[in-house]
Protein backbone atom coordinates (compact mmCIF):
# COMPACT_ATOMS: atom_id res chain seq x y z
CA UNK A 1 0.00 0.00 0.00
CA UNK A 2 1.16 3.65 -1.29
CA UNK A 3 2.34 4.97 2.51
CA UNK A 4 0.21 8.21 1.94
CA UNK A 5 -2.98 6.69 0.58
CA UNK A 6 -4.14 6.28 4.38
CA UNK A 7 -3.89 9.95 4.59
CA UNK A 8 -5.21 11.03 1.85
CA UNK A 9 -8.30 8.91 2.52
CA UNK A 10 -8.51 10.38 5.77
CA UNK A 11 -8.69 14.23 4.28
CA UNK A 12 -11.24 13.10 1.73
CA UNK A 13 -13.24 11.90 5.01
CA UNK A 14 -13.01 15.20 6.70
CA UNK A 15 -13.72 16.94 3.70
CA UNK A 16 -17.46 15.74 3.53
CA UNK A 17 -20.36 18.41 3.78
CA UNK A 18 -21.50 18.10 7.90
CA UNK A 19 -24.09 20.18 9.71
CA UNK A 20 -21.68 22.48 10.22
CA UNK A 21 -20.45 23.87 6.98
CA UNK A 22 -23.93 23.11 5.75
CA UNK A 23 -25.60 25.59 7.77
CA UNK A 24 -23.33 28.09 5.31
CA UNK A 25 -26.02 27.66 3.06
CA UNK A 26 -29.27 28.59 4.85
CA UNK A 27 -32.93 26.65 3.17
CA UNK A 28 -35.32 28.89 1.91
CA UNK A 29 -38.21 29.74 3.91
CA UNK A 30 -40.90 30.64 1.40
CA UNK A 31 -41.24 29.74 -2.36
CA UNK A 32 -39.88 33.02 -3.85
CA UNK A 33 -36.68 32.57 -1.56
CA UNK A 34 -36.45 28.65 -3.61
CA UNK A 35 -36.48 30.53 -7.25
CA UNK A 36 -34.37 32.87 -5.84
CA UNK A 37 -31.69 30.50 -4.57
CA UNK A 38 -32.22 28.67 -8.07
CA UNK A 39 -32.06 31.68 -10.01
CA UNK A 40 -28.54 32.16 -8.25
CA UNK A 41 -27.51 28.97 -8.88
CA UNK A 42 -27.94 28.78 -12.81
CA UNK A 43 -26.56 32.24 -12.97
CA UNK A 44 -23.55 31.09 -10.91
CA UNK A 45 -23.78 33.42 -8.13
CA UNK A 46 -21.17 31.52 -5.41
CA UNK A 47 -19.52 29.31 -7.40
CA UNK A 48 -15.97 28.28 -6.45
CA UNK A 49 -13.50 25.56 -7.49
CA UNK A 50 -14.26 22.20 -6.02
CA UNK A 51 -11.07 22.97 -3.74
CA UNK A 52 -12.56 26.10 -2.39
CA UNK A 53 -14.70 24.09 -0.54
CA UNK A 54 -13.25 20.99 -0.01
CA UNK A 55 -10.07 21.45 0.93
CA UNK A 56 -8.05 19.47 -1.08
CA UNK A 57 -5.91 20.03 -3.69
CA UNK A 58 -4.41 18.08 -6.19
CA UNK A 59 -0.60 17.87 -4.93
CA UNK A 60 -2.75 15.74 -2.19
CA UNK A 61 -2.90 13.16 -4.86
CA UNK A 62 -0.34 10.89 -5.84
CA UNK A 63 0.19 10.56 -9.45
CA UNK A 64 -1.47 7.47 -10.31
CA UNK A 65 1.57 5.57 -11.71
CA UNK A 66 2.63 5.12 -7.83
CA UNK A 67 -1.19 3.59 -6.93
CA UNK A 68 -2.23 0.09 -7.54
CA UNK A 69 -5.51 -0.49 -9.45
CA UNK A 70 -6.98 -1.43 -5.85
CA UNK A 71 -5.42 1.66 -4.61
CA UNK A 72 -6.86 4.36 -7.17
CA UNK A 73 -10.37 2.49 -6.86
CA UNK A 74 -10.54 3.34 -3.00
CA UNK A 75 -9.43 6.68 -3.57
CA UNK A 76 -12.48 6.97 -6.72
CA UNK A 77 -15.48 5.38 -4.26
CA UNK A 78 -14.26 7.75 -1.19
CA UNK A 79 -14.02 10.84 -3.37
CA UNK A 80 -17.65 10.27 -4.69
CA UNK A 81 -18.66 9.56 -1.52
CA UNK A 82 -17.71 12.57 0.27
CA UNK A 83 -19.18 14.37 -3.11
CA UNK A 84 -22.48 13.17 -2.80
CA UNK A 85 -22.70 14.90 0.67
CA UNK A 86 -22.10 17.87 -1.24
CA UNK A 87 -25.30 16.79 -3.03
CA UNK A 88 -22.50 16.35 -6.80
CA UNK A 89 -22.37 13.35 -9.07
CA UNK A 90 -19.64 13.12 -11.67
CA UNK A 91 -21.76 11.19 -14.39
CA UNK A 92 -18.62 9.29 -15.23
CA UNK A 93 -18.53 7.16 -18.91
CA UNK A 94 -19.46 3.60 -18.29
CA UNK A 95 -16.30 2.32 -20.29
CA UNK A 96 -14.00 4.44 -18.53
CA UNK A 97 -11.33 2.75 -16.66
CA UNK A 98 -10.60 3.24 -12.95
CA UNK A 99 -7.07 4.37 -14.21
CA UNK A 100 -8.16 7.52 -16.19
CA UNK A 101 -11.19 8.02 -13.50
CA UNK A 102 -8.38 8.94 -10.87
CA UNK A 103 -6.43 10.77 -13.51
CA UNK A 104 -9.73 12.76 -14.30
CA UNK A 105 -10.16 13.54 -10.83
CA UNK A 106 -6.73 14.43 -9.99
CA UNK A 107 -6.13 16.62 -13.27
CA UNK A 108 -9.82 18.00 -13.69
CA UNK A 109 -12.53 17.58 -11.06
CA UNK A 110 -10.89 19.40 -8.14
CA UNK A 111 -10.89 22.73 -10.54
CA UNK A 112 -14.30 22.27 -11.65
CA UNK A 113 -16.53 25.39 -10.23
CA UNK A 114 -19.52 24.53 -8.22
CA UNK A 115 -22.27 26.18 -5.89
CA UNK A 116 -22.74 23.42 -3.39
CA UNK A 117 -27.19 23.08 -2.88
CA UNK A 118 -28.63 21.84 -0.11
CA UNK A 119 -31.66 19.93 -2.29
CA UNK A 120 -31.31 18.16 -5.38
CA UNK A 121 -27.92 17.42 -7.15
CA UNK A 122 -25.16 18.83 -9.06
CA UNK A 123 -24.43 16.34 -12.07
CA UNK A 124 -20.97 16.82 -13.63
CA UNK A 125 -20.79 15.13 -16.84
CA UNK A 126 -17.84 16.97 -18.63
CA UNK A 127 -19.44 16.79 -21.78
CA UNK A 128 -20.34 19.72 -23.99
CA UNK A 129 -21.76 16.98 -26.88
CA UNK A 130 -18.94 17.99 -29.20
CA UNK A 131 -16.72 14.99 -29.13
CA UNK A 132 -13.50 16.39 -30.35
CA UNK A 133 -12.83 19.10 -27.27
CA UNK A 134 -14.87 16.51 -24.74
CA UNK A 135 -13.03 16.28 -21.67
CA UNK A 136 -13.39 12.66 -21.36
CA UNK A 137 -11.10 12.11 -24.19
CA UNK A 138 -11.48 8.47 -25.84
CA UNK A 139 -14.28 7.96 -23.42
CA UNK A 140 -16.58 10.57 -24.43
CA UNK A 141 -19.91 8.53 -25.29
CA UNK A 142 -20.73 11.17 -27.52
CA UNK A 143 -17.82 10.06 -29.57
CA UNK A 144 -19.80 7.05 -31.14
CA UNK A 145 -22.49 9.55 -32.53
CA UNK A 146 -20.33 12.07 -33.63
CA UNK A 147 -18.23 10.04 -35.62
CA UNK A 148 -21.48 8.33 -37.20
CA UNK A 149 -22.86 11.71 -38.68
CA UNK A 150 -21.85 13.79 -41.53
CA UNK A 151 -20.55 16.73 -40.53
Known amino acids: MHPYLPHLLSDIKDAERTGKNKAEIPDPASFEEEMEAIEQWVSGVGEQALSYFTGLQKENFPPGE ?25 DYPENMPTDARYKFLRNNILEERVAPVNSGSVHLDFCTGYAPDCQWGEYCSCREFYNKTDR
Open 66 to 90: QLSQEEMNSVVKAFDRMLKTWNIHI
